[in-house]
Every structure is written in structure tokens, then in C-alpha cells.
């Protein structure tokens, strides 16, 4: 299990403005959302600068109204391109890695928080709830408050750089729908449905587009981004436990990958959960001191094109960087 201190953090001036998302791309450069920019580009030697011509394809940041929300972020299996998609506008991106050609592909109703396309072209993506753009932030985090099933998985068919003009929603009346993420086989489609502390699993079907057999896969307390390892074990993301967990993909067990403790994050837990079971407000536990000792609360994670390190991301303004266990 890893623990947290200052060395792990990443870049160390701490360039980054609500990193929530991020991948790797295949010589090693790190792209992590950025919502001032899109995405940013973090080189080697650490040197950083934007990623993509995101205003050239309407992206504005200009809080408090407008305020860009870019958080998912996927590479494509051929590592051509990166898909992007705004959690307050609902817009989706595609971003060429070569020339950064930057594009948008699709403008859902509602935002949208994390995106996936399978290698029949489809793309997957989930709506949290009904915020559209002109009240996207307040919409998004009154339904972390107070939850309501609005959220929902899409699916927009596509091949190439072509794309349906309209998404099918094929998993509704979720309680805050968030990460999503597919196994090694697509065979199964994983769903953070973090207002109601689980994981779902689903079998699909990636040539016919269908979704079928609902279960709870695990039960977390808020989980938010999924990740995929070399071994097609799961891990996922707790938002408010300042925690990662592993499921075992042959068994199923869970294993704590990463904690961070404090006094004041176990304050915040007990009042955080107590509110959840009481049906009351929740937002008003989120304080600068519950994700202490973090540099805010963690999001996400990917890992490096060999899987030799892992990044977890947040809504702070730098990621963390942890080297993975060697073994067989």
C-alpha cells in the first residue's frame, strides 16, 4: 500500500489547474486535463505547456460564468487521438496527438463527466445528472448535495471520424453516474454510480451496442474515475475516502493500492457518511480540511504506457506519481 508525502507530487510546482483526469501517451508524455486550457502536456523533464487548440473549438474558461469544466480524458486504442469531454458544458473533443488538431465532435444536453471508446468506434460516455450549460457547476454539485437519479450512461455510435448525430441512452436513472470504464476484453462495462457508494458491472456487447446483466460489483464509498491494469484487475477511485482499491479480477477481493490519512479526514468521513444516512445536505462537509493531508481531493488515475508507474489525479493543481510494485 502506498502512503502519501510531498515527494510523490507531480509536477513539483504544482502547475495545474483541476487535473482531474489524465492519460499517458505512448513515448511517455503525460496529457492531463486543465480546465484554464483543455488539456496540458507534461514533458519528461517535467516542463509543462497547454495541449491542443481547445479555443479554436470553443472552449472558453472565464469563471465564475463561463467556467470551462474539462475532466475526461481517453486515449483511443491506436493512441491517434484523445477524446475530451466537458463535465459542465457536455461538450466532447477529439484531439489529434500528432498535430493537436482539436475538434468537437459532439455537444450532449448535459454534462459530461467520463468518456470511452470501444474499438468497434463507439463511444461511451456518462451524464451525472441534468446540468446543462447555463447552470452547469451549481446543477453538478446540488446533486452531490441532495441526490436525485438523473444521471445516465450514453453510447454514440461512430467509426472513424464520423459520428452519429445523436447518443442512445442505455443506463438510466442513476444516482450521480461518473467513471466508466471498459475490461481488457470488452467484455464487461464497469460504472461508478458514486451517490449511492457502488460499482456497477454490466455485460456488453460491442458489436451489437448491447448492455445487459446489472450487478453491484463492489460497494465504495463515492467512487469516482475507473482504471484498468495490465492484469485487467479494476481500481478505483474514492473521492471522499482519500483512497484507491484494487479488485482482483479472479476473485474479486479488494485491496487498499494508496490511503491518505489525517485527523481531519476521519472528522470529515464520520460527519460525511452520517450525513449520507440521514438524508441530510453534504456539500457543506467539504471543506478545505477533509481532504487533508492531499493537495485536494483525488479524482482519477492512469498509468504509464508499461504500467511501470502510476499517476493519480485530482482537483488540486498537480498529480501524484508513484512507482508500481515489480514483480512477476
Not at 507531480?10 to 483543455?38: I, S
Not at 467513471?179 to 467484455?187: S, V, Y
Amino acid at each position: 500500500r502506498w502512503i502519501f508525502d510531498q515527494s510523490h507530487i507531480f509536477p513539483k510546482d504544482r502547475p495545474l489547474a483541476r487535473p482531474e483526469d489524465g492519460k499517458a501517451l505512448p513515448d511517455g508524455r503525460l496529457v492531463v486535463a486543465d480546465e484554464r486550457y483543455g488539456l496540458v502536456l507534461i514533458e519528461g523533464d517535467s516542463s509543462h505547456r497547454p495541449f491542443g487548440r481547445f479555443a479554436e473549438a470553443g472552449y472558453v474558461h472565464m469563471p465564475p460564468d463561463p467556467a470551462g469544466g474539462v475532466q475526461a480524458v481517453f486515449l483511443e486504442h491506436d493512441s491517434g487521438h484523445l477524446l475530451v469531454g466537458d463535465i459542465y458544458s457536455g461538450k466532447i473533443y477529439r484531439v489529434d496527438t500528432r498535430t493537436e488538431e482539436t475538434r468537437l465532435i459532439y455537444d450532449h444536453p448535459f454534462g459530461v463527466n467520463s468518456v470511452y471508446r470501444d474499438r468497434n468506434g463507439t463511444i461511451w460516455f456518462t451524464q451525472s445528472t441534468n446540468n446543462s450549460e447555463d447552470r452547469g457547476k451549481e446543477d453538478l454539485w446540488a446533486a452531490v448535495n441532495l441526490p436525485v437519479p438523473t444521471g445516465a450512461v450514453f453510447k454514440l455510435p461512430g467509426s472513424g471520424d464520423e459520428f452519429s448525430e445523436k447518443a442512445e441512452e442505455v443506463v438510466t436513472n442513476l444516482y450521480f453516474a461518473n467513471g466508466i470504464m471498459f475490461d481488457r476484453t470488452e467484455t464487461y462495462l464497469y460504472l461508478s454510480e458514486s451517490m449511492m457508494d457502488r460499482v456497477l458491472r454490466f455485460r456488453v456487447d460491442v458489436e451489437t451496442g448491447s448492455v445487459s446483466d446489472r450487478e453491484v460489483y463492489q460497494n465504495v464509498y463515492v467512487p469516482d474515475n475507473l482504471a484498468i491494469d495490465r492484469d485487467n484487475n479494476l481500481w478505483i477511485v474514492s473521492f471522499v475516502g482519500n483512497k484507491v482499491m484494487v479488485v482482483d479480477n479472479i476473485c474479486h477481493t479488494v485491496h487498499t493500492g494508496f490511503q491518505a490519512t489525517s485527523i481531519s479526514h476521519s472528522a470529515f468521513m464520520e460527519e460525511w457518511v452520517s450525513r449520507s444516512h440521514l438524508g441530510q445536505p453534504r456539500n457543506e462537509a467539504l471543506t478545505q480540511e477533509a481532504f487533508n493531508p492531499l493537495p485536494h481531493f483525488l479524482t482519477g488515475l492512469f498509468f504509464s504506457p508499461h504500467f511501470d508507474t502510476v499517476y493519480f489525479t485530482g482537483l488540486g493543481n498537480a498529480i501524484l506519481k508513484y512507482a508500481m510494485p515489480k514483480g512477476p
